[in-house]
């Protein structure tokens, strides 16, 4: 059941951060944003090849079965790449802030046709 | 194979230039030439490269001498050798452009790093055979683009900027979701294994899944309908050397991974892929025609040519025969130089009004009076016959192999609407050289600037390319046929990459039992 | 004439050629002389047909009436540049679950059996511990999206990133689980920041229009529900499919499993992957953290610039007081964050060495190192911090550590004939004991890059005003506007074009 709730919870993730995402105000979007990318982790950790009952370490007992060292990798790459991102979004929607002085993106609109 | 290590120099070049860039930051002047060499330097290579492909096929770089499909692999293929090339010219152009640009935004200490960091990110996605290192690569041509367009002098850069930043990190998401299913179906992200899996024939698990996520996400990178909103706003705002390799070579990334996918990757799955790709691509080619047709701002009209130029693109992959990607091919090399020109140039011009507009109501005539104006004029209006697709510029050759194609496809249809768009691209090009460069106004809307505006070096060299490739042709479309002949054999690309004892036995039956 | 025109040509029809300049008297050349003539006779004679009596189609009238609608169809589609990103993401995101509704995948992935996960081979006790955190995790994204309140919603999201930490400490991956921690505390604390940099007026507004369209039928949330909904189902059908398969599947991993011990003496096979398999990756990684601090510094410079006029919102730092973020100075967390700073650096140290035996490598040594400076950003506030840590320049952190990341991939190739990216494979090097891994210099390279990124980051959001103000004096402007600033800085002018070659060639050296 683990496993089901598991995937319930990625799917439910995916959902609220795109919902979230499409709210107008940004500081709400841009935790939709970091909501995605906290799913998106939690799917790769899906997709890993073994069902590990210990960590990936190389000096482990025989009969144990390790949990994919791949996957992990590549999200440790995924969760520093989405910071950035995540971080240079929170400047901007600061900058924003004091430019535009809103925090509603339906008032940013000054780029038309 | 051995290591090549041509392939190295041309990714990591720039990045070595970004970090030295850092260490001068207290002049800027220095910083630029520094960005101009490296740029220059991993030009060069990447020519060189392109010669070594040319005479001894595909060259890889096994990154730590780790054997593919463990370790990460660096691949040039005649495929992707010509689009390094392709975007370290435009790369470079921008730089030299940069180095003589009144704009603040050059000024920064981060500009050149940044910059160069585009570079890398570019010249690394065309390059590199793993999915996930492409995913990185991308990010960093993306993260590096947003920040030089929020600080552009434009300050409309900044909404430009968090909208991008919104709709990428959506195609990120994408992108990522697809490699992890290709991980999970596959177990593997090289490019190369993932191909040899594929052309078994069998689809297990998420393998569509994948192929449909993917094509989002590059879709999504080239701004093709219905996935374009970003990049009008985007390319727009932008400074202009960070614009003219925008709208020119870093939309071109999702015309190589469709490009890839279709040939290397989703082999069986290309003529539904095909399909969709040609009527998206021929809404892209209205709604971008269209739009640069009816917009009120010079540069705004160069990005929504983009738009419609990546359609013909799109409706050339879409067709699908060789000769079509050959089109597909040059069009793709042709439009970069064109499009990169033709936005220097326009930056020129604003760059010499005192607020650095490139609204067309207010720059009219702009064009006459200021330095250079006839060799400016002249050089737009080759530009604009480029683009229009007219001899004796490379547009006309690309427009001609496109046409072709599309008589041998056979596809009446799509071929009249192509042909059509054609006549409003020479409309819009042709309305906006008489606008800034033939009409003498009363007067002047704007005011001018006293020492004048940006260097026209850079525009020069591209349209004196644009010239060459028109007058002389050759060479590009014998480049470009041997492209084709090779992307459209995957096993070229999967033996050159794989060590022979990870190669599967096309008919073999028991596919997945490798010796891991 | 034929090296010119003969290639063009033959791109064009696959044929062979010659060319003549005039190739005789022949059928062509009798039709372009009619063609010719034909022409001439028409221009000398257009004072009769010009005057022709009024035809009922004219081509001037169609090509008028046609442009007219090609304009206005043109602005009809320019309408749909609304703007607006909720639009545009409405637009992306519903093609998206369009494309993903409407392709048949479903169909095909139900047809297969292996939809549903089976088999239970979790202790009892962590399959509880599992759950729970699953369920917390869903509860606190579900409620960060109805907290009206920034600053809870903020907590609630936090709450959910600690307990994705916890399900991957329970997968188990200990490594991800440090780095997602740690990369939460990190986020949570920008985003209060941004909170408290921003005037709650406009927050306020923000919250009321939360839930409100452009309509007053609000049916926009039903729409936007609805591509949520479509979006968040595929990816779960896609995870569940791809638990439900785990362990049939042959993948790369398990070759990493086997050849990190024997081949590099890293016994964290994570750590080996990311710092040497797949080096690549973290190099490129690295690049893009630090070039999103370079970013985030440009734009706080020029923000400013464009507009030179702005004043400080007072009600933020009133605000910042009353919520007690920032400064939070009293004796007692005065020592507590001077104490911090070395306790963390010494973590950080611990994380570099043990990198390759333990959880923890050269990013989570450089966050850890980050947290302590931010510690002193939020106790100290921005001024004192800067005064007692004037060492700290955190670009050039970045540049050293990027310099050592790329330096250190090429030495092997001066040194050994090796590859890029291959490290330096030293047998048996234990000085006092301590047994480095071969990629401690990578890892080095990292933990300074994260570092300086990091630092830079919380600088630079936590204090925008005072940093631009200190980074006026380095932009160098060609325009001759009337520039309204005198640029001092430690009580001396500059006069920065004279002296920046010099400058150029210290900064250069050191």
Same mark, same amino acid.
């Given at each position: ?113 | 194979?051995?290591?090549? +290590?041509?392939?190295?120099? =041309?990714?990591?070049?720039? *990045?070595?230039? @970004?970090?030295? %860039? &850092?260490? /001068?930051?207290?002049? $800027? ?101 793993? +999915?996930?290192?492409?995913? =990185?690569?991308?990010?960093? *041509?993306?993260? @590096?683009?947003? %920040? &030089?367009? /929020?600080?552009?002098? $434009? ?114 799955? @290309? ?246 | ?510």
């Amino acid at each position: 059941m683990v496993d089901l709730l598991f995937a319930i919870t990625v799917g439910v993730l995916f959902s609220v951060g795109v919902f979230q995402m499409l709210r107008r105000d940004l500081i709400k979007a841009a935790m939709g944003f970091s909501i995605l990318f906290t799913a998106i982790n939690l799917y790769i950790i899906a997709v890993g090849a073994f069902d590990g009952n210990v960590p990936a370490y190389a000096n482990q007992p025989e009969d144990s079965q390790s949990s994919d060292p791949l996957v992990q990798a590549l999200i440790l790459t995924a969760i520093v790449v989405s910071f950035g991102s995540y971080a240079l979004l929170l400047s901007f929607v600061t900058t924003i802030a004091r430019r535009f002085e809103t925090l509603d993106s339906d008032e940013v609109n000054e780029l038309v046709g | 194979m051995e290591n090549n +290590l041509l392939i190295i120099g =041309v990714v990591f070049i720039p *990045l070595a230039g @970004a970090v030295l %860039s &850092l260490f /001068a930051r207290a002049n $800027n002047q220095a910083q630029r030439y520094i960005g101009f060499g490296a740029a220059a330097l991993s030009w060069l290579w990447s020519l060189f490269l392109l010669v070594d492909v040319v005479d001894n096929g595909p060259q890889i770089y096994r990154l730590g001498d780790w054997q593919p499909p463990f370790g990460i692999v660096l691949v040039a293929d005649s495929f992707s050798a010509l689009f390094t090339v392709m975007a370290s010219t435009v790369m470079m152009s921008g730089l030299l452009y940069a180095v003589n640009c009144r704009d603040k935004v050059v000024k920064n200490e981060s500009f050149t790093a940044l910059f160069l960091s585009m570079m890398v990110g570019l010249n690394g996605t065309f390059l590199t055979g793993d +999915l996930f290192t492409m995913f =990185v690569f991308i990010e960093l *041509l993306v993260i @590096a683009s947003v %920040s &030089l367009v /929020a600080i552009s002098d $434009n300050r409309l850069g900044l909404e430009a900027a968090i909208k991008y930043i919104f709709i990428s990190g959506i195609g990120t998401v994408f992108l990522l979701l697809g490699i992890a299913s290709i991980y999970a179906t596959f177990g593997t992200l090289n490019m190369a294994d993932i191909a040899q899996q594929l052309s078994t024939g069998e689809r297990p698990l998420l393998a569509r899944a994948a192929a449909i996520l993917l094509m989002a996400a590059f879709l999504l990178k080239s701004a093709v309908f219905p996935f374009h909103y970003w990049q009008p706003d985007f390319h727009t705002t932008a400074p202009t050397p960070v614009h003219a390799v925008l709208s020119s070579v870093v939309v071109k990334i999702g015309v190589y991974g469709i490009i890839r996918m279709t040939t290397l990757l989703f082999v069986e799955e @290309a003529a539904q892929i095909r399909q969709w790709i040609t009527i998206l691509g021929v809404i892209s080619i209205y709604f971008g025609s269209l739009g640069a047709f009816r917009t009120y701002d010079g540069k705004r009209m160069l990005a929504y040519s983009t738009f419609g130029q990546i359609g013909f693109i799109l409706v050339a992959i879409g067709w699908g025969t060789p000769l079509a990607m050959v089109a597909a091919i040059v069009y793709a090399v042709n439009h970069a130089f064109i499009k990169s020109a033709l936005l220097m140039l326009m930056g020129v011009v604003s760059s010499n009004t005192k607020e650095k507009t490139a609204t067309l109501e207010k720059i009219v005539g702009v064009g006459t009076k200021i330095r250079y104006a006839w060799a400016v004029s002249l050089l737009w209006l080759l530009g604009g016959l480029a683009l229009a697709g007219l001899p004796p510029m490379n547009g006309f050759i690309s427009k001609l192999l496109l046409v072709r194609s599309g008589t041998e496809a056979e596809d009446w249809l799509v071929l009249g609407l192509v042909i059509a768009a054609g006549l409003i691209t020479i409309m819009y090009m042709l309305r906006s050289w008489q606008t800034v460069f033939q009409t003498k106004p009363e007067t002047f809307q704007v005011e001018f600037k006293k020492e004048g505006g940006d260097g026209i070096l850079a525009p020069s060299f591209l349209i004196a390319i644009c010239l060459g490739l028109g007058i002389y042709a050759t060479p590009l479309f014998e480049r470009a046929e041997a492209t084709v002949e090779e992307i459209t054999t995957p096993q070229i690309y999967i033996e050159s990459v794989l060590p022979p004892e990870l190669l599967l036995n096309p008919v073999a039956d028991a596919p997945q039992e490798v010796q891991r | 004439m034929d090296p010119l025109f003969i290639p063009l040509l033959e791109t064009a029809v696959p044929k062979e050629f010659e060319l003549y300049l005039f190739a005789g008297f022949n059928d062509v050349f009798a039709i372009s002389v009619a063609a010719i003539t034909s022409g001439f006779l028409l221009f000398l004679g257009r004072a009769q047909w010009l005057n022709f009596p009024q035809l009922p189609i004219q081509g001037a009238r169609v090509f008028d009436l046609l442009y007219g609608q090609l304009q206005q169809f043109a602005d009809l589609l320019l309408k749909s540049q609304s703007g607006k990103l909720r639009y545009y993401l409405v637009g992306i995101l519903g093609a998206m679950a369009l494309f993903l509704a409407g392709s048949g995948l479903f169909v095909d992935l139900f047809d297969s059996e292996s939809l549903i996960p089976e088999g239970e081979n979790l202790a009892a006790v962590i399959l509880a511990l599992d759950a729970m955190l699953l369920v917390l995790v869903i509860i606190s994204a579900v409620a960060s999206v109805f907290l009206r309140q920034h600053i809870y919603a903020v907590m609630a999201l936090g709450i959910m990133g600690y307990a994705v930490a916890g399900i991957f400490f329970i997968e188990p991956a200990p490594d991800v689980a440090l780095v997602q921690f740690l990369v939460e505390t990190l986020a949570t604390l920008l985003l209060i920041v941004v909170i408290s940099r921003t005037s709650a007026d406009e927050r306020q507004k923000a919250m009321r229009v939360l839930w409100k369209g452009q309509h007053p039928s609000n049916m926009g949330i039903w729409r936007d529900a609805a591509i949520a909904l479509i979006i968040g189902f595929s990816v779960f059908v896609f995870a569940a499919v791809s638990i439900a398969n785990r362990p049939e599947r042959a993948t790369i991993g398990q070759w990493h499993l086997d050849n990190a011990d024997p081949q590099l003496g890293i016994v964290d096979v994570v750590a080996a992957i990311l710092t040497d398999f797949r080096g690549m990756d973290t190099l490129v990684e690295i690049s893009v953290f630090a070039m999103a601090a370079l970013g985030i510094l440009a734009l706080v410079q020029t923000s400013r610039l464009s507009d030179p006029n702005t004043p400080q919102d007072p009600r933020t730092t009133q605000e910042i007081r009353a919520r007690g973020i920032i400064p939070l100075s009293t004796p007692f967390t005065r020592v507590v964050a001077t104490v911090i700073f070395p306790v963390t650096t010494l973590i950080a140290i611990v994380h570099l060495l043990y990198g390759a035996r333990a959880p923890g490598d050269g990013f989570t040594a450089g966050v850890m190192a980050s947290l302590g400076v931010a510690a002193w950003y939020v106790v100290f506030g921005y001024e004192e911090t800067r005064r007692r840590l004037s060492w700290l320049e955190p670009r050039y952190f970045i540049g050293v550590g990027m310099g050592i990341a790329v330096l250190n991939a090429l030495t092997p190739i001066w040194l050994e004939g090796g590859a890029f990216m291959g490290f330096l494979r030293i047998e048996d090097f234990e000085p006092a004991g301590l047994k480095f891994s071969t990629t401690l210099g990578f890892e080095l390279a990292i933990a300074l890059t994260v570092f300086g990124a990091a630092t830079l980051m919380i600088g630079a959001l936590a204090n925008p005003a005072d940093y631009e103000e200190m980074e006026i004096e380095e932009m160098d402007y060609l325009d001759t506007e009337p520039s309204g600033y005198e640029v001092t800085v430690q009580g001396e002018v500059h006069s920065t074009r004279s002296e920046t070659p010099m400058d150029g060639q210290k900064s250069e050296a050191s």
